[in-house]
């Protein structure tokens, strides 16, 4: 089992530029999640789906937009990437019920210039 | 809105020492409470955890201990050894959203 696979690992845009970064598990997992991580501020919430066909904004949703494609994918996309979105992206997925823990993808390093 | 604290952001120690962190959360509706390890480089893994109804949970050498009353929560890692050096975040879960600690940076001095 691959766990929680993310595309691409690395990544740089213009300012303007739109991307979209992939995201996809094999655990049946009915929760997916987008995490930011910036130095010194941990893991910030941008997004997630509690089950197939559900969206929420979490924390730091501005700038970004997601879709829950199936159960297994769960996709982040910027529609004009801004300097301050250069981050380490996290998808992420867990058991549904809020007694589980996350297991990560690799994560994708975004430099926006 | 919710937070969690985390102190320290850098701890060294020697190996073989003990290290401890700590971590204060302030959503009440909090009931699980993560703590993940991140290599350089590489993603958070979930190393150990803990559910509201229990106070104190161990795993060979790393423990964790919670206060639902003072919403404080700590890992105790023992017998320190170079490859725990890593940072380490705690987190605090409500429904489905987990909100993380900033992470501490941990060295382990050979």
């Known amino acids: 089992n691959a766990g929680v696979t993310q595309t691409p690992k690395f990544q740089v845009l213009k300012t303007g530029q739109s991307m979209t970064l992939q995201c996809a598990q094999d655990m049946n997992h009915n929760s997916m999640y987008w995490y930011r991580q910036d130095p010194g501020m941990g893991l910030r919430l941008i997004y997630y789906?509690?089950?197939?066909?559900?969206?929420d904004k979490g924390e730091v949703p501005n700038g970004y937009n997601v879709s829950r494609l199936n159960k297994r994918e769960f996709s982040l996309r910027l529609e004009s990437a801004a300097p301050s979105q250069t981050s380490v992206y996290f998808c992420a997925s867990s058991e549904e019920g809020g007694n589980y823990g996350y297991t990560f993808g690799s994560g994708t390093r975004l430099t926006v210039v | 809105g919710e937070n969690v604290e985390q102190h320290p952001s850098t701890l060294s120690v020697q190996e073989g020492d003990s290290a401890v962190i700590k971590c204060t959360y302030s959503d009440s509706a909090s009931n699980y409470f993560p703590w993940y390890k991140q290599e350089l480089g590489k993603r958070p893994q979930l190393i150990i955890d803990?559910?509201?109804?229990?106070g104190e949970k161990k795993d060979q050498r790393i423990a964790v201990t919670l206060n639902k009353t003072a919403k404080h929560f700590s890992l105790h890692i023992t017998e320190t050894q170079p490859e725990d050096s890593a940072v380490y975040f705690c987190?605090?879960?409500?429904?489905?959203?987990?909100?993380f600690g900033a992470g501490t940076r941990l060295f382990v001095k050979a």
């Open positions: 987190a605090a879960r409500g429904g489905f959203k987990t909100i």
């Open positions: 803990i559910r509201s109804n229990v």
């Open positions: 789906s509690a089950s197939e066909g559900t969206t």
